[in-house]
């Protein structure tokens, strides 16, 4: 089976820019999260769509994050303009729904380095 | 708010000796305890769970977790640590009050160094 799949695996943009980064989820799990690590910090919630739906976004940290999953399946995950602190490792990881739900799996991570 | 508190940055042991990484944690309900590890350029790797029932959980690649609800602790062991276990490992926590989604609050990260 699969993993989850992120692209690009590093990006190395200037302040002001625009970055896309996205996420292929295990096929067949409608759960899909954003996690990033910010310098070596814990790992923080970013958002968790279910299917094609935002179920919760309350760790977008400003409007200058947006985030996508048309049809289910893939995700997106934009940053416009970004910003020094926007840098860190953007971790990806999908699920089952039901009895499955509980065990994330991750992908290996983008790192986003903002000049 | 839920918390993890993974108080060493770094552990060091010899291999073949047993190896404990501490996790401490904080919810205001029952929590679901999760442990991952992250080796070089790999994404996070599900360890263990607890969820409920015995207190000892067992895991993947020998891992084992004990959840003490009194001293609010989900320290992670293995009695005999191979170079290969070196990694960096996450603890985690949900509280079961959020509701369907996995938000996972997660520790700092332990970078554990197993040496010959």
């Known amino acids: 089976e699969a993993g989850v799949t992120q692209f690009p695996s590093h990006s190395v943009i200037e302040k002001g820019q625009t970055v896309t980064l996205r996420c292929d989820p295990i096929s067949g799990h409608d759960n899909l999260y954003w996690y990033r690590r910010v310098m070596g910090k814990e790992i923080k919630f970013l958002l968790h769509f279910v299917k094609e739906s935002k179920q919760d976004e309350s760790g977008m940290p400003n409007n200058r994050f947006l985030a996508e999953r048309t049809g289910g399946t893939y995700s997106t995950l934009k940053v416009q303009p970004a910003e020094l602190e926007d840098s860190g490792v953007y971790f990806c990881?999908?699920?089952?729904?039901?009895?499955?739900?509980?065990?994330?799996?991750f992908g290996a991570g983008s790192r986003l380095t903002v000049l | 708010a839920q918390s993890v508190a993974q108080p060493e940055d770094q552990v060091n042991v010899a291999e073949g000796n047993p190896l404990t990484v501490k996790c401490t944690y904080s919810v205001s309900g029952n929590p679901y305890l999760f442990w991952y590890v992250q080796y070089p350029n790999r994404g996070l790797q599900f360890l263990l769970k607890?969820?409920?029932?015995?207190?000892l959980v067992k895991g993947s690649y020998g891992f084992e977790a004990e959840f003490n609800k009194s001293q609010t602790s989900f320290h992670l062991k293995k009695p005999s640590a191979l170079v290969s276990d070196s990694a960096l490992y996450f603890c985690a926590v949900r509280d079961t009050f959020t509701g369907g989604g996995n938000k996972l609050t997660f520790g700092t990260g332990t970078q554990l160094k197993v040496e010959l």
């Open positions: 607890y969820i409920t029932g015995d207190n």
């Open positions: 990881a999908s699920s089952l729904l039901g009895p499955g739900a509980n065990v994330l799996t």
